[in-house]
């Protein structure tokens, strides 16, 4: 992933009313929400749920597909993952059983993102 990627991503998160759209959208991935039922959900008026769902498929973060008269909007669940990846990809170099102690701690699946310490084993195991 591309730094200006995600900041972009980062920078579309920074609102509150964008980041719960993108949870419910998360939430009810693969199939998605039409943009009455968001509205409906969050309770935010359509028109500024409207702005709001704009900057997050700008983002790459969700997709919009037309279904007659409504929108559905989904979730960009790879790209979300690869955001969490690009965090993650440095956790504790050198020391992965401190990252996986803080994963453990946190409640995190030991396996999710599967590139968090995975790099620092297998280079272990190769030496």
């Not at 790459?60 to 007659?68: D, T, V, Y």
Request: with cysteine; glycine share 6%; aromatic share 6%.
């Amino acid at each position: 992933m591309e730094t200006k990627t995600a900041t972009t991503i980062f920078e579309v998160l920074t609102s509150e009313t964008r980041l719960a759209v993108f949870r419910l959208l998360v939430k009810y991935a693969p199939d998605g929400l039409v943009a009455g039922e968001i509205a409906l959900m969050l309770d935010i008026p359509k028109t500024n749920l409207s702005f709001h769902l704009k900057n997050i498929v700008h983002s790459g973060l969700a997709s919009m597909e037309r279904e007659g008269r409504h929108t559905r909007y989904r979730a960009n669940i790879p790209l979300m993952l690869e955001t969490i990846a690009y965090l993650t990809a440095e956790c504790c170099t050198g020391n992965p059983d401190q990252c996986r102690n803080w994963r453990v701690e946190s409640g995190v699946a030991p396996e999710f993102p599967p590139t968090c310490c995975e790099g620092e084993n297998r280079n272990a195991e190769n030496t």
